[in-house]
T-cell receptor
Framework: EAGVAQSPRYKIIEKRQSVAFWCNPISGHATLYWYQQILGQGPKLLIQFQNNGVVDDSQLPKDRFSAERLKGVDSTLKIQPAKLEDSAVYLC??????????FGPGTRLTVL | GENVEQHPSTLSVQEGDSAVIKCTYSDSASNYFPWYKQELGKGPQLIIDIRSNVGEKKDQRIAVTLNKTAKHFSLHITETQPEDSAVYFCAPSMDSSYKLIFGSGTRLLVRP
């Protein structure tokens, strides 16, 4: 069974630029999560989708972050414009309605 | 909201020794208690979990114990091996929300 795929793996941008991350969950997983993991900290949930609907986006900085999950499969997370404090690893995870979440390898973002 | 603390933040043990990591949480409504392992450059992976109606669960060399009255649960690793070196996160939650609140992590180093 293929795992959660994310791209790109690394991205370096300058502040005020835009960036987008892509996630392809495990086939058949209805729930998809985006997390932000700052160096030395645990992952923090940004947004949770159930199929193509948003379940929880209370921690998403909506003035600069947006996410969508078209057709209930792939998802993209966008930051526009980026700030220095957005430097982090962005993790995507999926689950099948059970409690275990399966994580992708993450995208490491560096904002200069 | 849930406040999660892990101790210690770093732990160094000799190969073959045991390691114990403790997680304290604040929300008495939490009823699902997982531990995730994160290796360098990878996303977290579930290694063991327990529900609030169980006090202890074992899976080969790893075990989780729960004290719901005191609101803490612990990860126990026996006969540690170099491949156990990683960062470990607790993530207590309510099974109805499927939302994990991660601790700040414990970096375990197993010295050969």
């Amino acid at each position: 069974e293929a795992g959660v795929a994310q791209s790109p793996r690394y991205k370096i941008i300058e502040k005020r630029q835009s960036v987008a991350f892509w996630c392809n969950p495990i086939s058949g997983h209805a729930t998809l999560y985006w997390y932000q993991q700052i160096l030395g900290q645990g992952p923090k949930l940004l947004i949770q989708f159930q199929n193509n609907g948003v379940v929880d986006d209370s921690q998403l900085p909506k003035d600069r972050f947006s996410a969508e999950r078209l057709k209930g499969v792939d998802s993209t997370l966008k930051i526009q414009p980026a700030k220095l404090e957005d430097s982090a690893v962005y993790l995507c995870a999926s689950s099948s309605g059970r409690l275990e979440q399966f994580f992708g390898p993450g995208t490491r973002l560096t904002v200069l | 909201g849930e406040n999660v603390e892990q101790h210690p933040s770093t732990l160094s043990v000799q190969e073959g020794d045991s390691a114990v990591i403790k997680c304290t949480y604040s929300d008495s409504a939490s009823n699902y208690f997982p531990w995730y392992k994160q290796e360098l450059g990878k996303g977290p992976q579930l290694i063991i979990d327990i529900r609030s109606n169980v006090g202890e669960k074992k899976d080969q060399r790893i075990a989780v114990t729960l004290n719901k009255t005191a609101k803490h649960f612990s990860l126990h690793i026996t006969e540690t091996q170099p491949e156990d070196s990683a960062v470990y996160f607790c993530a207590p939650s309510m099974d109805s929300s499927y939302k994990l609140i991660f601790g700040s992590g414990t970096r375990l180093l197993v010295r050969p």
